[in-house]
């Protein structure tokens, strides 16, 4: 990729927005696009307000400053005049399969052979919204993580027919804007993050449930346990690091961990009691206010941000 050449364009939502963010963070021309021009004009301004925050802090990516990066983002409510001279299109409409698929029928009709068209989706399959595309050599899930500026982590997902060119172009271009790309061979429900994240919250639920912990311990369990390690490592190297290897650790735990896997109950509904149960002591921590929801997640962005940076150092030492 010539960095001047390519433009990435998107939609200007939360998730547009901040992939919008850490595109022209690497240092990479950014379209903006949507239908309704105010929602543009406020994502222009929520988009330079973040980032002179972020450089005043500390927490700005990349090597220019805001002023430069904002410089490289642009809005356009024509879709033939923003996809012009785009290599690289991400797709962040809200999670609606018709949705996604009209608008990937409208690319369909308008793009090149060499663009990459990319959807963000967490859990809508790639041979659902791409199959019968024309282009669909050239179609791939990029997943990022909430909220992507701080969480590097993409899932790339393709396409039965997806090319390999397509992946690894798309691979490398994470790569190079700084994300941590991960290439799964094949789709699967819910892709590898959110299995990962259900497969927690299941078993979360229902240790509730049972009443063996309240919900403040469950996520302390989490936050000052099990997270710890994971910021760093992940389940298979823990396995590996808490015994002289894998095979090790099979050979003296696999056993255990079968007793207790045959205890997991079934997939519990997310109804009823224990919905109230958990909400209430959730609430009493923080309230649904916005305002209050609004200044947790700006505090779990922080925290996010500073175990980025502690991770980077972490990683050059």
Request: charged letters at 20%; proline letters at 5%.
């Amino acid at each position: 990729y010539e960095l001047a050449d390519l433009y990435f364009f998107s939609f200007s939502g939360l998730i547009g927005r901040s992939w919008a963010m850490v595109f022209a963070a690497g240092g990479f021309k950014v379209k903006l696009y949507d239908i309704a021009q105010q929602q543009l004009t406020s994502a222009l301004e929520s988009i330079r307000k973040q980032m002179q925050e972020m450089e005043k802090s500390g927490f700005l990516k990349g090597s220019a400053s805001a002023e430069q990066q904002f410089a490289l983002i642009s809005i356009c409510t024509d879709l033939k005049a923003a996809v012009e001279g785009a290599t690289f299109i991400q797709e962040c409409t809200p999670e609606n399969l018709e949705l996604k698929k009209k608008i990937f029928s409208q690319l369909d009709l308008i793009v090149g052979n060499n663009v990459i068209l990319s959807s963000s989706t967490s859990c809508l399959l790639p041979s659902k919204l791409f199959t019968g595309l024309k282009h669909v050599k050239q179609c791939i899930v990029s997943h990022p993580v909430n909220p992507p500026y701080f969480v590097p982590l993409v899932e790339i997902v393709p396409h039965p027919e997806t090319d390999p060119s397509t992946t690894e172009r798309t691979y490398a271009l994470m790569k190079k804007i700084g994300q941590s790309p991960v290439k799964l061979n094949r789709e699967i429900e819910g892709f590898v993050l959110n299995r990962l994240q259900y497969g927690v919250i299941s078993e979360a639920w229902r240790l509730v449930a049972e009443g063996v912990i309240s919900p403040t311990d469950l996520d302390l369990v989490m936050s000052d346990g099990l997270g710890m390690r994971y910021a760093f490592i992940g389940p298979l190297e823990t396995m590996h690091l808490n015994a002289e290897g894998i095979a090790n650790y099979c050979e003296r735990y696999s056993e255990g961990m079968r007793l207790v896997l045959n205890t997991f109950g079934p997939v519990p509904e997310f109804s009823g009691e224990i919905v109230q149960k958990v909400n209430q002591a959730m609430s009493e921590k923080i309230p649904v206010v916005p305002k209050v929801l609004d200044a947790r997640r700006k505090w779990r962005d922080e925290c996010l941000s500073g175990l980025a940076k502690l991770k980077t150092q972490m990683k050059s030492n």
